[in-house]
């Protein structure tokens, strides 16, 4: 089944805002200045950050894949309290539903964009890139665009069910 | 579906000052030019105030919600542990780990299918229909759970007296007092019933009849090879028929049909106890008390361990803990017997 892009960004906004304001925060970490920030709007892109090209290209990278970091760990955190009663108790409440819809659509835009990744391509092909950076950098431009590609066949809403489920389930295992 | 965010800009200015504001000094070495103050400014960039509100709501929720981690994580703890002792066998552990989860969440459907399984091998019939009684009318969405229940269902019959059965109770007030022509008659009529054939067994165990009630033990067990209670005996027939490595057989039986059998342990205590092999008996017997020190058989059990491996002491402290509670009396009044010369164990 088909379903537009931006209908899914639509049910699952919270996700979209936390990710502009992934790339916004690490833009601030990185010192980077910020010129416009749009956390959610009604077309495509439903968001973006616009910023300065950061003249160290480890910013760069950071810069691109901050969403991945916050966003996961956010919805994570936020999904954490409701997964057993919602996924294993089945004794959930109009609150665990909720954090559980937060914490998948937050963890379901973790996936960098492919404008995020063109970023980091961009820099790291420059020939003053050293090669550490071309190593680290190559594989994630690779891996952004699978998940691009993954996200045509639902990888993002299965990544953010498998942070809100697995995280929870994962520490149980290893205390129990 | 697809997000997409704008490559980075770069903003290029034609004029010498400060992109923003026009100050004429600006920080070099960035590909924007502005001065110190705005590009401080810029790196702050404002998160607006709805965003903040949007933040701090998520923030009072999960604060709300964080209350019951840590009840919903130890009871997520215990009935994985619980599931994990079911697969090994240990139903005891099984039965403690999911009764701890059910206190804490009564409704936990998948918690009461694992409690039934690990009830029903424990021979804790109560618990295990209380628990079917509750999963009444409730989807069981694991198929071979469903399967493996309502196995365990169909075999109740053999483990409770029928109502046939129970008239008799009535009148003879116990099991024990029904008198084996009784019991001779009623089987005779009521072939595939186990439980009474059970009781039947228990009676002329209790006359030392011991070939007829081996005999009949295994026609019992070839019906159920898995019926507790009919293992149980059998491990004690054969202590008395002398037949100690069969009774070691059945003793390992009923420890691989569960491996925390505190019965199993403590039968396989006497066997070794009987083959005077006294160390090795004691270890069991203090294995067998570990789950349950009050367990009346395997007390009485190590009571005899300690007797039997000279050490006075320790078995008189079981023989007086064990005159505070009354259903210790049947088992420990046979140690007593063995250590005042009126029965003969080995």
């Avoid at chain 1, 200045?33 to 003249?55: D, I, M, S």
């Avoid at chain 2, 295994?218 to 019906?223: G, W």
């Avoid at chain 2, 008390?289 to 402290?317: F, I």
């Avoid at chain 2, 009354?326 to 017997?337: L, R």
């Amino acid at each position: 089944m088909f379903i537009p892009g931006i209908l899914i960004s639509l049910l699952t906004f919270p996700g979209v805002i936390v990710h502009e304001l992934a790339h916004q925060l690490f833009c601030r970490w990185c010192k980077v200045p910020v010129f416009k920030v749009v956390y959610f709007q009604f077309e495509n892109p439903v968001g973006y950050v616009l910023h300065e090209v950061p003249a160290n290209k480890w910013h760069s990278i950071m810069i691109s894949i901050g969403p991945f970091i916050i966003n996961t760990l956010v919805g994570a955190l936020i999904a954490f309290p409701a997964a057993l009663p919602v996924f294993k108790f089945n004794n959930a409440g109009p609150l665990d539903y909720l954090l559980i819809y937060l914490g998948v659509s937050i963890a379901m835009h973790a996936f960098p964009s492919t404008g995020d990744a063109n970023a980091i391509w961009e820099h790291i092909k420059d020939k003053n890139t050293s090669l550490v950076v071309k190593i680290f950098g190559y594989p994630i431009v690779g891996l952004i665009y699978l998940g691009s590609l993954g996200s045509f066949f639902w990888l993002d809403l299965l990544y953010g069910i498998g942070i809100a489920i697995g995280v929870p389930n994962l520490i149980i295992a290893l205390l129990a | 579906m697809e997000q997409d965010n704008p490559a980075p800009e770069e903003k290029i200015l034609p004029q010498t000052g400060c992109a923003n504001c026009g100050h004429p000094i600006v920080e070099q070495g960035h590909p924007t030019q502005l001065c110190a103050d705005c590009r401080a400014k810029f790196i702050h960039y404002p998160i607006p105030g709805g965003i903040k509100i949007f933040a701090g709501v998520i923030g009072v929720v999960l604060i709300f919600a964080m209350f019951k981690v840590p009840g919903n994580f130890s009871a997520g703890i215990h009935y994985q542990r619980g599931k994990e002792a079911i697969k090994k066998s240990n139903y005891n552990t099984a039965e403690k780990e999911l009764s701890k989860v059910i206190k804490k969440i009564p409704g936990f459907v998948s918690a009461k299918e694992y409690l039934a399984i690990a009830s029903f091998h424990n021979q804790d019939m109560e618990s295990f229909v209380k628990m079917v009684g509750e999963l009444q009318g409730q989807k069981v969405e694991d198929e071979s759970l469903y399967n493996e229940i309502n196995g365990l269902i169909a075999k109740v019959p053999n483990y409770v007296p029928g109502d046939s059965l129970m008239a008799f109770y009535t009148k003879y007030h116990s099991f024990d007092s029904i008198p084996e022509g009784v019991y001779r008659e009623y089987l005779s009529t009521h072939q595939d019933e186990l439980f009474p054939a059970l009781r039947y067994a228990s009676v002329i165990f209790n006359n030392k009849q011991y070939r007829a009630c081996d005999s009949l033990l295994d026609r019992i067990l070839e019906k159920d090879p898995a019926y507790p209670e009919a293992l149980y005996m059998k491990t004690s027939i054969k202590r008395e028929l002398d037949q100690l490595d069969s009774a070691h057989y059945y003793c390992d039986r009923i420890l691989s049909l569960n491996k925390e059998s505190t019965y199993g342990m403590a039968s396989k205590a006497r066997t070794y106890l009987k083959q005077k092999k006294d160390a090795e008996g004691l270890q069991w017997a203090l294995k067998s008390n570990e789950p349950d020190p009050a367990e009346p058989y395997s007390m009485a059990t190590l009571a005899l361990a300690y007797h039997l491996n000279n050490q006075p002491g320790e078995r008189d402290k079981l023989l007086e803990a064990s005159k505070k509670d009354s259903t210790q009396g049947a088992f420990m009044q046979y140690v007593i017997d063995i250590m005042d010369g009126k029965e003969k164990f080995r």
